[in-house]
């Protein structure tokens, strides 16, 4: 999809070799671990918490240009859902090139879009139940 996945984390490079080698759920996964152990980028990111000594768990999606395309932070104990991040960088990418409002139903281009206008306010519901048929 033209994406360079990065994960970052505040454990050091020798936890990601132990993640990769032994963690089953990681085990497969071909992409960049960074370390940040002094939570220098997590605090640049606003997701540390220094009261706790731990960043919270977040996931951005950065253009090549460095536009924040959209961003997630869940709480410690929260884990993520990859099919929902992929189909959240997809839609990013598809706004990016378009004028259109993706509702949450949206998983993959030719899927119904939405017009952002003066003429939807309050109107949303009906144009999703109506398979897009606009007002």
């Given amino acids: 999809m ?38 220098r980028l997590s605090r640049e990111f606003g997701v540390y918490l220094d009261e706790a000594g731990v ?3 977040g996931t951005f999606v950065i253009s090549p240009e460095g536009v924040l395309l959209f961003s997630e932070v869940n709480f410690l104990n929260v884990g993520r859902n990859f099919d929902e991040l992929m189909r959240k960088f997809k839609a990013a990418l598809y706004v990016s090139k378009k004028d259109e409002g993706i509702p ?14 003066e003429r939807m306010v309050g109107k949303v519901h009906e144009a999703l139940r109506n398979q897009g048929e606009a007002p």
């Fill in 2 to 39: 033209g994406a360079d996945p990065v994960t970052v984390s505040c454990d050091t490079k020798f936890v990601h070799l132990a993640w990769h080698t032994v963690e089953k759920e990681i085990a497969e996964a071909r992409f960049q671990m960074g370390a940040d152990p002094t939570g």
């Fill in 55 to 57: 960043p919270l768990r």
């Fill in 104 to 117: 949450s139903t949206w998983n993959d281009e030719g899927d119904l879009t939405l017009k952002p206008s």
